[in-house]
T-cell receptor
Framework: EAGVTQFPSHSVIEKGQTVTLRCDPI?????LYWYRRVMGKEIKFLLH????????ESGMPNNRFLAERTGGTYSTLKVQPAELEDSGVYFC????????????FGPGTRLTVT | GQSLEQPSEVTAVEGAIVQINCTYQ??????LSWYQQHDGGAPTFLSY????GLEETGRFSSFLSRSDSYGYLLLQELQMKDSASYFC??????????FGKGTTLSVSS
């Protein structure tokens, strides 16, 4: 069984540019989550999809961040325009409907905004 | 607010036993999870406690006391490969994970 995959693994962009991160969850997992870890700080929740619907987006920092999950499969997280404080590692995770406490994480996308 | 407190660093030697504590302050507590992360890679699930008591999975055990808002991860027979960051986390509203800042465990020979 393939795990959670994320693309790209690294992205370096300039302030003001746009970046789109992609996450492919484990097949059959209805729940998809985005998290972010800024250097030296804890992993923070951004948002949660159940299939194609946003269940909880309370962790999204501002309206420069837009997440989608069309068709309930893969998800994208777009940052537009990027700011310096957006730098960090963005993790995607997925879980089965009944075991939300056991989440399977992808390897992350390391975003550097210069 | 919601917070989980854990030590920032722990050191131990191979073969030893180490306990990583986690105290939490939350609303709507569902259970306490533990995750391991090597070198900034993908966090991997270790264990989950929904009820008070001890859960054992091989060399790792996890404990929860809901009345004390406290839990711990116990690692036995430490190996070099156990050097990693360990995070306690709880489920917010049963869905999103709220993480502690992580404990860096260094195992030496």
């Amino acid at each position: 069984e393939a795990g959670v995959t994320q693309f790209p693994s690294h992205s370096v962009i300039e302030k003001g540019q746009t970046v789109t991160l992609r996450c492919d969850p484990i097949s059959g997992h209805d729940n998809l989550y985005w998290y972010r870890r800024v250097m030296g700080k804890e992993i923070k929740f951004l948002l949660h999809f159940v299939k194609e619907s946003k269940q909880d987006e309370s962790g999204m920092p501002n309206n420069r961040f837009l997440a989608e999950r069309t068709g309930g499969t893969y998800s994208t997280l777009k940052v537009q325009p990027a700011e310096l404080e957006d730098s960090g590692v963005y993790f995607c995770a997925s879980s089965q409907r009944s075991e939300r406490y056991e989440q399977y994480f992808g390897p992350g996308t390391r975003l550097t905004v210069t | 607010g919601q917070s989980l407190e854990q030590p920032s660093e722990v050191t131990a030697v191979e073969g030893a036993i180490v306990q990583i504590n986690c105290t939490y302050q939350t609303s709507g507590f569902y259970g306490l999870s533990w995750y391991q992360q090597h070198d900034g890679g993908a966090p991997t699930f270790l264990s989950y406690n929904a009820l008070d008591g001890l859960e054992e999975t091989g060399r790792f055990s996890s404990f929860l006391s809901r009345s004390d808002s406290y839990g711990y991860l116990l690692l036995q027979e430490l190996q070099m490969k156990d050097s990693a960051s360990y995070f306690c986390a709880h489920n917010q509203a049963g869905t999103a994970l709220i993480f502690g800042k992580g404990t860096t465990l260094s195992v030496s020979s």
